[in-house]
């Protein structure tokens, strides 16, 4: 059973930082709606570890009757809620401020935490297993409580043969404290101990060039600088090829490890079968993601195009193609995106509204706070958290978009689940917030002042589907291609990391047909992405967006029925597959139709383009 339910950071916004003491108190989170203090937050985590010793009395008791059966999941899950709202607690004070050596204490003591409690319960599943189908549906006939339990113990017995022994489960559970050692390793070196660079954006102005600066002109306007950029960054990071390669090659053994010690024959499909998603779903994705290069590639000589270069380089995928980028304050844009998600009807939008006024969010960047953006709707009796680092821009607003859609698939599914059944998948999570993202475009296009403002927004829309869909398809094709290698009992070097990367690489960006350049340079991009590191993370996000924008078409175009089925997935959490609730709100993502209309919408917002484009020179 899983043990966590917080979501990752999503989306990166960099900033300046907010002065502290200007930042009103209505723009921070109100953490103390959790814990008033630490010294509360102490108590409990006591009291939790008290409770953890005395679930000792369940192991080997879970067969003697279906009422002992459920008395004991009912004490799992009360454990699991109370070191969720505990950990949730620890590490958003923490990001509040990086600096605060007493946040810190306590996020690491919820991290020893959550290694107690799976040691502590790792007899759970294996335990159940031993009752048997047939004993577990006599329970279920015995206990009418016991059905609320009946999805989970389903899953459990589908899981059998890829559950070890209580004593096999606990050393799985132990080995945490030390796997997670390449994403440490790679951490601290990627983000801390990195030699960076003096670099001069301008004459006169010198400063690190560390990954936020490189995050920060990358997009510059003035091509020249955006040369120099990148050829003053890869090499910092082409240095340490050999050390990258040594943490990423671990990391893909690990995850070998924990495949085959769960009986899988491959990476992919241990990390696919805890969720029960058919491999074919992500397969078809590459499948489909390949098929439609034409398409990517048509963006990129439009950009070209728009760019007014003939030679397209690397280095020119992010400016903006139309430089209009609108100042949007934190009351406009949540004024844009309540409007943006009205076709989802009066509760959707009332909760929202109620999250904005009532300190929900953390909204702007100021020293020590955590960068990026994330949502957290793990303390399951209140409502979502959202961290931001809000900046007055386009990127902002979409990235408030973004998270409230997860905040808001939080609510729902916590309002209309018990606890042991709103824990929904990553797997669905990205459709919430890209089906918002998609909203707010149709939104923003009805408000454009003038053709110049839509093509900002159209844009960004196809940037959007660049970066969400097809990078991270080519950055999933990049993942099945090194585990599969290490799984054929390839050793793999930095060398030959850069070389797979190389290739996908050019092939995604047309270098072969002449579309754009893309210098050897650039082959050491893969170790610069930490998501390499989260064991087939990032396919997630292509499907997710695939599937939102059919979904979100529908529901824009005023399908009542589409609506239903759609806010009906918000609210199913997990009481059923991911694969499955998707499947009945309307996409099967394991067919080629949802990548086939992501993409003919990516053909309709370019001929909008140039129509607009045409229409000017004409």
């Known amino acids: 059973m899983s043990a966590t339910r917080l979501l990752p950071a999503l989306l990166v916004t960099l900033s300046m930082a907010f002065p502290v003491d200007a930042e009103p108190l209505k723009d921070r989170w109100n953490l103390e709606s959790i814990y008033a203090d630490a010294e509360a937050w102490g108590g409990d985590a006591r009291a939790l570890e008290k409770d953890l010793e005395a679930f000792g009395e369940c192991e080997g008791r879970l067969g003697s009757s279906a009422g002992r059966l459920k008395g004991c999941l009912d004490r799992y899950f009360d454990l699991r809620r109370r070191l969720e709202r505990l950990s949730s607690y620890a590490s958003?004070?923490?990001?509040?401020?990086?600096?605060?050596?007493?946040?810190l204490d306590l996020k690491q003591r919820a991290d020893i935490l959550y290694t107690r409690f799976g040691e502590v319960t790792a007899f759970v599943d294996p335990e159940i297993l031993a009752i048997g189908a047939g004993t577990i549906d006599r329970f279920l006939r015995q206990d009418?409580?016991?059905?609320?339990?009946?999805?989970?113990?389903?899953?459990?017995?589908?899981?059998?043969?890829?559950t070890l022994s209580k004593e096999?489960?606990?050393?799985?559970?132990?080995?945490?404290?030390?796997t997670g050692a390449p994403e440490d390793l790679y951490g601290i070196l990627a983000n801390a101990d990195m030699p960076w660079v003096t670099f001069e954006p301008e004459p006169g102005k010198s400063m690190l060039l560390s990954q936020s600066t490189y995050s920060r002109y990358r997009g510059s306007t003035d091509r020249a600088l955006r040369k120099r950029l990148f050829e003053t960054f890869w090499p910092q990071w082409q240095k340490f090829q050999r050390t990258f390669g040594v943490s990423l090659y671990s990391q893909m053994?690990?995850?070998?490890?924990?495949?085959?010690?769960?009986?899988?024959?491959?990476?992919?499909?241990?990390?696919?079968?805890?969720?029960?998603?058919?491999?074919?779903?992500?397969?078809?994705?590459?499948?489909?993601?390949n098929a439609n290069?034409?398409?990517?590639?048509?963006?990129?000589?439009?950009?070209?195009?728009?760019?007014?270069?003939?030679?397209?380089?690397?280095?020119?995928?992010y400016p903006p193609i139309v430089d209009a980028d609108p100042e949007i304050d934190i009351e406009k844009a949540k004024r844009l995106v309540l409007e943006a998600v009205e076709p989802l009807g009066e509760e959707y939008v009332s909760v929202m509204r109620e999250g904005f006024g009532s300190r929900w969010m953390d909204v702007y960047p100021r020293p020590g706070k955590?960068?990026?953006?994330?949502?957290?709707?793990?303390?399951?009796?209140?409502?979502?958290?959202?961290?931001?680092?809000?900046?007055?821009?386009?990127?902002?607003?979409?990235?408030?978009?973004?998270?409230?859609?997860?905040?808001?698939?939080?609510?729902?599914?916590?309002?209309?689940?018990?606890?042991?059944?709103?824990?929904?998948?990553?797997?669905?999570?990205?459709?919430?917030?890209?089906?918002?993202?998609?909203?707010?475009?149709?939104?923003?296009?009805?408000?454009?002042?003038?053709?110049?403002?839509?093509?900002?927004?159209?844009?960004?829309?196809?940037?959007?589907?660049?970066?969400?869909?097809?990078?991270?398809?080519m950055f999933a094709e990049y993942e099945l291609k090194i585990h599969q290698a290490v799984e054929r009992g390839e050793s793999l070097s930095g060398e030959r990391f850069?070389?797979?990367?190389?290739?996908?690489?050019?092939?995604?960006?047309?270098?072969?047909?002449?579309?754009?350049?893309?210098?050897?340079?650039?082959?050491?991009?893969?170790?610069?992405?930490?998501?390499?590191?989260?064991?087939?993370?990032?396919?997630?996000?292509?499907?997710?967006?695939?599937?939102?924008?059919?979904?979100?078409?529908?529901?824009?175009a005023g399908d009542i029925e589409a609506r239903e089925r759609y806010l009906e997935?918000?609210?199913?959490?997990?009481?059923?597959?991911?694969?499955?609730?998707?499947?009945?709100?309307?996409?099967?993502?394991?067919?080629?139709?949802?990548?086939r209309a992501l993409v003919r919408r990516m053909n309709e917002i370019m001929d909008a383009i140039e129509e607009i484009l045409d229409g000017r020179k004409g």
């Open 370 to 473: 955590r960068s990026g953006a994330y949502m957290n709707g793990a303390v399951y009796d209140m409502h979502p958290f959202v961290l931001m680092n809000y900046n007055d821009d386009y990127d902002s607003l979409s990235t408030l978009a973004h998270e409230w859609g997860h905040a808001l698939h939080s609510w729902l599914s916590n309002r209309n689940q018990p606890y042991h059944l709103a824990d929904y998948s990553i797997f669905l999570a990205e459709v919430a917030s890209t089906f918002n993202e998609d909203l707010l475009l149709d939104r923003l296009l009805k408000e454009a002042k003038d053709d110049r403002e839509r093509l900002f927004y159209l844009g960004n829309a196809l940037e959007q589907y660049r970066g969400t869909f097809f990078r991270q398809a």
């Open 293 to 317: 290069l034409d398409t990517l590639h048509r963006y990129f000589r439009l950009r070209g195009r728009m760019l007014g270069i003939e030679d397209l380089r690397y280095y020119d995928i």
């Open 168 to 178: 096999g489960e606990a050393l799985l559970a132990s080995a945490s404290m030390v």
């Open 498 to 556: 850069s070389e797979i990367y190389l290739d996908l690489l050019r092939r995604y960006h047309g270098h072969d047909k002449g579309v754009m350049t893309v210098d050897d340079l650039y082959a050491i991009e893969w170790a610069y992405i930490p998501h390499f590191y989260y064991n087939f993370y990032v396919y997630q996000y292509a499907t997710s967006i695939a599937a939102s924008s059919l979904l979100a078409r529908e529901v824009a």
């Open 569 to 595: 997935l918000l609210k199913s959490g997990d009481s059923d597959y991911p694969y499955e609730l998707l499947k009945r709100a309307g996409v099967d993502l394991a067919s080629p139709e949802p990548y």
């Open 92 to 103: 958003m004070k923490y990001d509040e401020n990086t600096k605060v050596a007493a946040s």
């Open 253 to 289: 053994k690990r995850d070998w490890f924990y495949a085959k010690s769960r009986n899988y024959p491959s990476s992919l499909a241990a990390a696919l079968g805890n969720g029960n998603i058919p491999e074919k779903v992500y397969h078809t994705l590459i499948e489909q993601t």
């Open 144 to 162: 009418p409580g016991l059905a609320t339990y009946r999805h989970i113990l389903d899953d459990i017995l589908r899981r059998a043969p890829h």
